[in-house]
């Protein structure tokens, strides 16, 4: 079950699911720690001895308040004759999650309405050691494990706080969930080990009554108390009305947007750039995805930065002018960055290295980098895009020695002896090694920038050293990876036992950005005769359009028959290639498909079953969201020129 509404502010991150169930609850990063793992913390209502978790029995219309990231949610059941309006957002600096609920009967009597809270964390990722209690001075109940304390509260309009509560041993026929169903929850003062709780507070409704419910998370109990204290304070209500101030302030303030883009492009824009916005620790750290329905798969997540979307996305955030905010990615990059110059897979939110399949050696245990190398590139590109966007140059020399130089280096050092190209690594798609054209692309990219940022620091020499590599890699690029009898570019080569090289010539989308990153116009013979070969191959013809990764794409594989399944991303590389050579129709035709495929909340997944449109994967996807961004911007920069 994907994702239908997501909230953030840094420092806490929460996804609900479309039964409004809260699935994923992140704290201290965004991205760690899950403190439920994919497990549901559900709404229930009772009315008249009825009872109704928030189900396929209701109807939903999923929103966010506009220019927010502050949800406006209705749930409907005409059976019960009620209609729950729910605001839910994260404080825009306090890591509170609040509540509001508007309560609408829709009968002609007045009713006595209850609404039950259902909590099933598991603190710091494991059922072992929780403890959950009810404290009567705070009027709360408290989960802690560790360095992890939630504190749960809810009151009325009145700030009344007079709910029930329960804390209970959770198993599969017993828990808090069963008092729930019931209508009637036992005030169990404390339990410990695997366990669950519930809240529960109503009250009589003619017309409508608000409801208020919230949580805090802190690192100990003076914190969470402390916070508490704020709530109590402040008032939900304006804490709410803050936050949607903050969040309108920070679109406004950057909105570049061409007036001659269609309304529907733009609020995806803006959409997407909270979005994005969401996904971005306070310490650097741009997760791909805080979705853990993908956990079936591989028992893993995409709850990690990816040097490769973390460069794409900060790219796009600093053509929308929030350069501010990127530079902790900078930073983030700088402080991991091997003593070799390269950097790993993946990493953690807090910085240590994400998991990986990528072996340090081949098959007969000789040494191998178990690296992407467009990762390493890709942040050197677009820290100098960076500077294009901010011009501060104070940034600049505080990245040149940190990052910069020991990245550039490892590029010039890190290639083949006979073709001069980048050496064998594995593909953005983590599937296979060998000698891409992407990755090379991104190299030339990676050291021509690194060249003119060697320059703007002063150091003439490694910028005449770079820039020479890079000019003999580009040259490279089009003696070896051009295939002359097809007339494109191929994926790859690698090298056969016998060392004669091999050529991939599987039509691959990536060979869309070889213009993007300069190693060719965008209207040269070659280019143009690749992309043609990404349409006529990649494009889902028998189904609902879009672009494959590659010829036979086997990742969550809908159809055989099917090059693969589309993707969001590859899509719009394709837009980027035809706004360059300014075929804007086609270009808004693949965003207007993109359009297609948002959720009502507007949200985009990584990629789409090819028949039917529901999305696959996690949704949404950081990556997916920047692109559409970046290709915004892209067109809205043609149209400023013309």
Known sequence: MGREIILSNGRMFINFDRHLNMRDFYFPYVGLYNHLNGNANGIGVWIDGHFSWLNDSWEFEYRYVKKTLISNVVAKNTELGVELHLQDTIHKYATVFLRRIK?????????????FFYHNFNLNETEIGNTAYY????????????????????????????????????TENSGSWQEIQEGKLQKRKIIQGEIDSALGIGGEVDRERDFFYYIVAGKNYDEIKSLNQKVRKDGIKHLIEETASFWRAWITEKDIVHPSISQDIKSLYYRSLLIVRAHIDKNGAIIAANDTSIYKFNKDHYSYLWPRDGAFTSVALDRAGYTNITKNFFRFCAEHITDEGFLLHKYSPDGSAGSSWHPWCDENENYQLPIQEDETALVIWALYEHYKASKDIDFI????????????????????????????????????RGILTYTCSTVYAGLYSASNLADLTGNHEEASTYRKVANEIRKAIINYLYDKESGRFVRMIHRYRDGRWIKDKTVESSLALISEFGVLPENDQRVVNTIKSIEKYLWIKDGIGGIARYEGD?????????????????????????????????????????????????????????????????????????????????????????
């Open 103 to 115: 309560v609408v009967n829709l009968l002609p009597d007045k009713r006595y309405i209850k609404l």
């Open 135 to 170: 404290h009567p001075k705070l009027k709360s109940l408290i989960h802690y494990k560790g360095n992890t304390y939630l504190l749960i509260s809810a009151c009325d309009e009145e700030m009344n706080y007079d709910f029930e509560y329960t804390v209970s041993k959770r």
């Open 397 to 432: 020399d505080e990245m040149y020695n940190k990052l910069v130089r020991p990245a550039a280096n490892f590029m010039v050092s890190y290639r083949d002896e006979e073709t001069g190209l980048p050496k064998e690594s594995y593909d953005l798609w983590e599937e296979r």
């Open 554 to 642: 086997y990742y969550h594989r809908v159809d055989e028959k099917l090059p693969g399944n589309p993707w969001i991303v590859t899509t719009l590389w394709l837009a980027n290639w035809y706004i360059e050579v300014e075929e804007y129709e086609k270009a808004l035709e693949l965003l207007n498909w993109v359009m297609k495929r948002k959720s009502q909340a507007g949200l985009l997944a990584e990629q789409y079953n090819p028949y039917t449109g529901e999305p696959l994967s996690v949704m949404p996807l950081t990556w997916s969201h920047s692109s559409f961004c970046y290709t915004v911007q892209k067109l809205n920069k043609k149209l400023r020129i013309k």
